[in-house]
């Protein structure tokens, strides 16, 4: 089966780092994606890894290690406006490629 | 350019009653797919469908759902015989290519009373 692992909730304070870890165990694997996700809105496109090591975009970076299973979303200088719920998805090669995702880490970001 | 289009926003039906989704995709992508988030858990597939054609259903129920993507319109979602646990927020996304990103809606929240 497929198994993707993230922690449930960070705290974090206003202009601080947090790293969000997420660890996957899934066959097919054809690459990951963060998503951010505001209460009651549709998840938004982050990044995407499909090689090993670091993706940076502005504020916020993605790191993939596809012989460990894992990655992390570093999100730097924090803003109140980035307390949200971060997902992590694995898509997988199937039939037609599809998304499994993780169950989100919901971060407050506090002042 | 228009992003992924759902409607309804919301959906409220009655137990036993029919409830249609339905997304129109980004222009330019012929890509769809249907997620369900339950309250308090994360996002699970449905279906994938591009034009005319099911690719993959393996997240679908057995019985009361089903999909549609034809030639012209929009994707429809539509479950039969709706029961309360079938409450949640529907999103769909579409993707130009089928390993490329794939972006979302901004969901269908489905309440059965």
């Known amino acids: 089966g497929q198994n993707i692992d993230q922690p449930t909730e960070m705290t974090a304070t206003e202009g601080a780092i947090v790293q969000i870890n997420c660890t996957y165990q899934t066959s097919g694997f054809n690459g990951l994606f963060w998503y951010q996700q505001h209460a009651g809105e549709a998840p938004t496109f982050l990044s995407y890894?499909?090689?090993?090591g670091l993706e940076e975009k502005g504020r916020f970076s993605s790191f993939l290690s596809r012989s460990k299973g894992y990655s992390y979303l570093l999100l730097k200088e924090l803003q109140m406006k980035d307390s949200a719920s971060y997902l992590c998805?694995?898509?997988?090669?199937?039939?037609?490629?599809?998304?499994?995702f993780g169950g989100g880490t919901r971060v407050l970001v506090k002042p | 350019n228009a992003g992924v289009m759902q409607n309804p926003r919301h959906l409220v039906r009655r137990r036993g009653q029919e409830a249609r989704l339905r997304c129109s995709p980004m222009k330019g992508h012929s890509h769809v797919y249907w997620y369900r988030q339950l309250p308090e858990e994360g996002l699970k597939f449905m279906v994938y469908l591009q034009k005319e054609n099911i690719i993959d259903e393996s997240g679908m129920p057995k019985e009361r759902f089903s999909a549609e993507f034809p030639k012209e319109g929009p994707s429809i979602l539509r479950i039969q015989q709706v029961v309360r646990g079938d409450s949640a927020a529907y999103f769909c996304a579409s993707s130009a290519g089928y390993t490329d990103t794939q972006y979302f809606g901004p969901g269908t929240r489905l309440t059965v009373l």
């Open positions: 890894n499909v090689l090993d």
């Open positions: 998805a694995v898509l997988i090669k199937a039939a037609g490629n599809k998304l499994t």
